[in-house]
């Protein structure tokens, strides 16, 4: 089978740094992404890892170790609109193509 | 920006109905997918298709069917609708750049089912 588990729910002050760990088990990773979600509207993607290191895309990065099944995605410099869920997503290989499966996602909530 | 359209945005019907959840896309992908989620969960695959006439169960099962007859269009049809299936329903498309785990997202289909 396969698991991803994402934390449920993180709550951080505007201009603060904020990380989402996602780790996986899972058999045919072929890479991880990162999606936002505004109250249950279109998930819009963030950003892909498939090799190690660190991902930069303004104020938002994000980071895969393959060897850890570990990722986490950096929101910095926080802002109110930024309080939303995210979810960490697995690409996996299927025998002739790819599929992406979900975590749980994890609320993020900025405070004033 | 995603050229991706789900109609209806909500849906309220009666146990019993048939119903179909219209999915179209401008952008000439070849794959499309239909996700279910319940308010504040995770999004589970339920059907995808990787070109025209060609449909594929997803990791969730579900007593849904779709179609493909044409790359733009991707509809899915609940026969006799139970207040089991009441969820959000989330269209995606992808072209090459799902090789890089990018879907586009339609705004979604929130279905109750009374």
């Known amino acids: 089978g396969q698991s991803l588990e994402q934390p449920s729910e993180v709550t951080a002050v505007e201009g603060a740094i904020v990380q989402i760990n996602c780790t996986y088990q899972?058999?045919?990773?072929?890479?991880l992404s990162w999606y936002q979600q505004h109250d249950g509207g279109a998930p819009t993607f963030l950003s892909y890892?498939?090799?190690?290191g660190l991902e930069e895309t303004g104020r938002f990065s994000s980071f895969l170790s393959r060897s850890d099944s570990y990722g986490y995605l950096l929101l910095q410099e926080l802002q109110m609109k930024d309080s939303a869920s995210y979810f960490c997503?697995?690409?996996?290989?299927?025998?002739?193509?790819?599929?992406?499966?979900f975590g749980a996602g994890t609320t993020v909530t900025v405070r004033a | 920006e995603a050229d991706i359209y789900q109609t209806p945005r909500y849906l309220v019907i009666g146990t019993g109905k048939k119903i179909t959840l219209e999915c179209s896309q401008t952008?000439?992908?070849?794959?499309m997918y239909w996700y279910q989620q319940d308010p504040g969960m995770e999004l589970h695959l339920i059907h995808y298709?990787?070109?025209?006439?060609?449909?594929e169960k997803g990791d969730l099962s579900s007593e849904s069917t779709v179609s493909r007859i044409r790359t733009e269009h991707f509809p899915l049809t609940l026969e006799s609708a139970r207040p089991s299936h009441t969820s959000q329903y989330l269209c995606?498309?992808?072209?090459?750049?799902?090789?890089?785990?990018?879907?586009?997202f339609g705004e979604g289909s929130r279905l109750t089912v009374l």
């Open positions: 995606a498309s992808s072209g090459l750049a799902g090789e890089a785990g990018e879907l586009f």
């Open positions: 997503a697995v690409l996996l290989t299927l025998s002739n193509d790819y599929k992406l499966s």
């Open positions: 890892n498939a090799l190690d």
């Open positions: 952008m000439g992908h070849d794959k």
């Open positions: 899972t058999s045919g990773f072929y890479g």
């Open positions: 298709s990787y070109g025209v006439n060609s449909t």
